[in-house]
């Protein structure tokens, strides 16, 4: 593992983890001695992406995440363009609402507005949203660049439930569909007891940037809700991809 890759590492289980974590537990958790991560923590400290409590000695996220945050977005404004979006179709449904964007890491989930309802999915902001057992994913795929479709239906494919889809012939069939109808459903793929909908939000060049996605308990899911959800997040997906770049050609994207 690259020195940078390990930087990152222990700023993915500063951000994942509690407020402030010990050296002790850090060095552990990523399975460094605990030279090599105290080393690390300095040069991140120094970039101010880490910050050190002055009285627990114990680590947290810096600052210097968020003006990098605030630079990417200051580029490229995925989020201001999406967030009203995603809290007017929370709104509107009652439901959890939750907003994903594609890296080389993965589909990454980046917002999330929860239901107020007791019963309610839950879903962690910084999840990596598995791309063959998540709704977010399989409507990714379906308008996803070839390369990463192939990539995923390469495999491999860990089961999360007993209803995760499990080969590629499947995984290809939901893909097509999704294709076809504009939309996804997951059907407790990831998490038993969860029914969700989801579209990719197109970039300018008719490819999925990423997802956006309805998640209700399965319980008070019924067929016409799938339906009519399907049709908001549709929507919705489409809004946000007209906020960023305008308005798509129906037909580009039909060929691509």
């Known amino acids: 593992m690259s020195t940078v890759a390990k930087a990152i590492s222990l700023l993915e289980m500063l951000g994942s ?10 060095a552990k958790g990523a399975g460094f001695d605990k030279a090599t991560t105290r080393r690390l923590l300095v040069s991140l400290i120094a970039q101010g992406l880490v910050e050190q409590d002055e009285t ?6 810096g600052a210097g995440l968020t003006r990098l945050a605030l ?32 890296s080389k890491r ?6 999330v507005v929860e239901s107020a309802k ?21 409507a990714f795929l379906a308008f996803a660049e070839e390369r990463v479709r192939a990539d995923i239906l390469a495999g491999p494919m860990p089961a999360f439930t007993p209803f995760t889809i499990g080969d590629a012939t499947a995984l290809a069939e939901h893909i097509a569909a999704a ?24 970039g300018a060049d008719g490819h999925a940037i990423g997802a956006i ?12 809700d799938i339906e009519r959800l ?19 050609d129906p037909a580009r994207q039909k060929r691509a």
């Not at 983890?17 to 850090?26: K, R, V």
């Not at 627990?56 to 996220?61: G, N, P």
């Not at 993965?106 to 917002?111: E, K, N």
């Not at 294709?179 to 197109?202: C, D, K, N, T, Y």
């Open 179 to 202: 294709r076809a109808r504009g939309h996804s459903i997951g059907a407790q793929g990831f998490e038993e007891g969860v029914m969700s909908v989801a579209a990719p939000i197109l």
């Open 118 to 138: 007791a019963n309610r999915v839950s879903v962690s902001p910084g999840q990596v949203l598995p791309m063959h057992a998540t709704a977010s994913g399989i």
């Open 56 to 61: 627990t000695r114990r680590y947290r996220l």
């Open 230 to 248: 399907g049709g908001d997040v549709i929507a919705a997906a489409r809004n946000i991809g007209e906020r960023l770049f305008g308005r798509h």
């Open 17 to 26: 983890g509690a407020p402030e974590t010990a050296l002790a537990d850090l």
């Open 213 to 224: 996605a309805i998640a209700a308990p399965r319980v008070r899911t019924q067929k016409s």
């Open 106 to 111: 993965g589909l990454l989930s980046i917002h």
């Open 71 to 102: 630079m990417r977005e200051a580029q490229f404004p995925f989020l201001r363009m999406a967030v009203p979006v995603v809290e007017a179709l929370a709104e509107e449904t009652g439901e959890t609402v939750h907003l994903s964007e594609y």
